[in-house]
Structure formats: structure tokens, C-alpha cells
């Protein structure tokens, strides 16, 4: 929402006002006697006076709305980060109580194993026996054979049956091994993934501690005189009140919030990976507006452009890190609508924010 025809504005301004005069001048001259042509100057210049603010409305609504979509934009980017995180552990937690479960029934699958296959050698064992026995009592008589025949085959039978089981066993238990490494694989993954996005949280957060450190040493004396640092939400904000740059009603920075603000500038000089926003912020109470300030709005907007320039002019932080933003009344710090309150709403914020690049290309990943 940076105005760059301001000058422009001006001139042409001062230009239509000499030929009111003029006209006017002529009018009284001829003694009051207004002509054709006075009267189509009047209408001209009337209507030039009108449309002036219009076109300039539309174009700061137009700035603004944009502005405010893309502050929007990256609250709405921060929260489904945070809240994709959050999914991430809760899954690894999830996946860490199959993984026991699973552990737990591969050993019970893993003990009847082994008892089915002690059981199959018995078996086994069995059948010799009676083999042997048959072999020896064969000479007694067909019945005594019969009856150890149908045990023998009895016994073939569950002998049979025990080794189907024990190969469904065998087969369950390769196939929860493999659902067992897999699973086991897939966390690692997982917390590996939650380990390098913690990393680089972290990273940003330390950083941006550090930054906070950094502008309270170079505005120190400052502090609690019209000026706070606060770190929230991954950013820092720096909060100047209005008397601390402009005088009531204006947008010129006084000498005063120029040197703060030239101080701010030289720290942000030494981090040139995080982003810039500023962002003016009025009270409540309805301006008379004349000339290019019609309202809280536009006093808003030219103030934070008025911070940029001294920004940009005062130090080597890229114009590409910047934006300014006109907040107006809308976004108070104190709702009691006291003289109090409506001072600490009057202010300017910069709100440092680190750039997520590498986040986002992890999470592309």
C-alpha cells in the first residue's frame, strides 16, 4: 500500500487551487458578471476537485484488501502447520502402540510354535511305537491288528491335522514378522520426519531470540519509553507509539522515532532471512480528513510507508522484505475506548517473521 504519487497529487492539487483563484479574480473584475466561460471553468474545476479522492479511495481499499488477504494467507499457513504437526505425533504415538500390540502377538504366535511342534514330535514318536508294535504283535491275530491299525491311522490323521495347523501357524507368523518390519519402518520414518521439522522450528525460533535480543541491545533506552519487544506466535513485534514518531494527526517521523527507527534498521540489516511487515494502526475517533488524508485509514497507510522509507533509506534491507500495511482502527490493543486505551491503539508495529522456505519444502516432500 505504498503511495508513490503523492507529489503528484500535490502539484496537480496546487495547480487546480491558482486556476479557482484565477477565476475567481476575473470574475470580480468584471464586476461580478459572470460569463459562459467562467461558469464552464467553475464546473471544471469543481469536477477535477470531486473525483480526486474517489480514485484515491478505491486505490487504498484496493491495497489494503490485499494486504490484509495476504496477512491472512500466512495465519492461515502458520495454524495448518501447528496443527499438521500435531497430527504427526499423535500418529507416531498411535503407531508405537500397534507396534507393542504386534510385538506382543508375534511372542504368543512364536510360543505356540514351538508347543505345536514339540506336540508334532511326540506324535511322531507315537506313530513309531505303534508302528514297531504292530510289526511285532502281528503274529497275534487279525483282531488285535485291526484295532492297532485304526489307532495307527487315528493317529495319522491328527498327525496330519497338526501339521496344517503348524503350517498356518508358520504362515501367520512370517506374514505378522513382515507387517511387524514394515510398521517398524514406516515410524522411523515418521519421527524422523517430526525430528526434522521440530529441528527447523527450532532453528527459526532460536533465531528469531536471537533477533529480539539484537534490537533490544541496539534500542536500549527505548524500552518502556513508547517502544516494547515481544516474541509470539514464531514472530517478534516491535511496537513504537505515535508519540514516540509523529506528532497527532500526522505521518512525518519526528527526529526522534527517526533515530529509532534508523537503529532498527542497521539489526534487520544482519538478518536477511526474515521478512518485514509494518503495520500502522490508529484509534477509534473519526478524522476530518483534507487534502491526501481523508481518514484513519489513509493516516494508517502513510505512516506505515512513511517507516519503510526511513527503513530502506537508512540501511541495505532489500525493499523485497518489506510491506507496509494500513490496519486503521480495526485491530485495537485496548476495547475500553479510555483516553488511556485509545493512546496504546495509536501505534506502528513491525512484525518480523521468518521466511519457512526450507519448512515448506520438506513438507513438499
Keep these: 500500500m505504498v503511495f508513490n504519487n503523492g507529489l503528484f497529487i500535490k502539484k496537480r492539487n496546487a495547480l487546480l487551487t491558482l486556476m479557482y483563484l484565477r477565476i475567481l479574480l476575473s470574475i470580480k473584475t468584471d464586476q461580478m458578471r459572470l460569463t459562459k466561460q467562467h461558469i464552464i471553468y467553475i464546473l471544471i474545476v469543481g469536477t477535477l476537485f470531486s473525483c480526486v479522492p474517489a480514485k484515491k479511495y478505491e ?38 502402540k500397534e507396534l507393542e500390540q504386534l510385538k506382543n502377538d508375534v511372542a504368543k504366535d512364536k510360543a505356540d510354535y514351538d508347543a505345536m511342534k514339540k506336540s508334532y514330535s511326540t506324535l511322531k514318536e507315537t506313530y513309531r511305537l505303534l508302528s514297531e508294535r504292530q510289526s511285532a504283535q502281528s503274529s497275534n491275530g487279525k483282531t488285535a491288528t485291526d484295532k492297532l491299525m485304526k489307532q495307527l491311522q487315528a493317529t495319522q490323521l491328527d498327525l496330519q491335522a497338526q501339521e496344517d495347523a503348524l503350517r498356518t501357524l508358520e504362515t501367520s507368523l512370517l506374514n505378522k514378522e513382515a507387517a511387524l518390519k ?28 536471537n533477533l529480539k535480543k539484537k534490537v533490544k541491545e541496539a534500542l536500549l533506552g527505548f524500552e518502556n519509553n513508547g517502544l516494547t519487544i515481544e516474541q509470539k506466535n514464531g514472530k517478534v513485534y516491535v511496537s513504537l507509539d505515535e508519540s514516540l514518531l509523529f506528532a497527532s494527526g500526522k505521518y512525518d517521523v519526528g527526529s526522534k522515532g527517526t533515530e529509532v527507527l534508523k ?17 500502522g494502526h490508529t484509534d477509534n475517533v473519526p478524522l476530518k480528513g483534507k487534502g491526501d488524508i481523508a481518514d484513519n485509514w489513509d493516516l494508517s497507510v502513510k505512516r506505515a510507508t512513511s517507516v519503510v522509507k526511513i527503513i530502506t533509506n537508512n540501511s541495505n534491507v532489500s525493499p523485497k522484505r518489506l510491506t507496509a500495511a494500513g490496519r486503521g482502527e480495526y485491530l485495537p490493543l485496548d476495547l475500553t475506548n479510555t483516553t488511556e486505551g485509545r493512546k496504546k491503539n495509536r501505534r506502528i508495529e513491525v512484525i518480523l517473521t521468518p521466511k519457512l522456505d526450507e519448512l515448506f519444502e520438506l513438507l513438499g516432500e
Excluded: F
Design 59 to 96: 486505490e487504498l481499499k484496493s491495497r489494503q484488501d490485499a494486504c490484509r488477504d495476504e496477512i491472512s494467507a500466512l495465519k492461515t499457513l502458520n495454524q495448518n502447520l501447528e496443527e499438521e504437526n500435531n497430527e504427526l505425533k499423535s500418529s507416531i504415538e498411535l503407531n508405537k
Design 182 to 209: 514394515k510398521l517398524s519402518t514406516d515410524l522411523e520414518a515418521r519421527e524422523k520426519r517430526v525430528n526434522e521439522l521440530e529441528a527447523i522450528i527450532n532453528k527459526k525460533d532460536a533465531a528469531l531470540a
Design 263 to 279: 537503529k532498527l534498521a542497521k539489526v534487520l540489516e544482519t538478518s536477511s532471512d526474515i521478512d518485514i511487515v509494518v503495520e
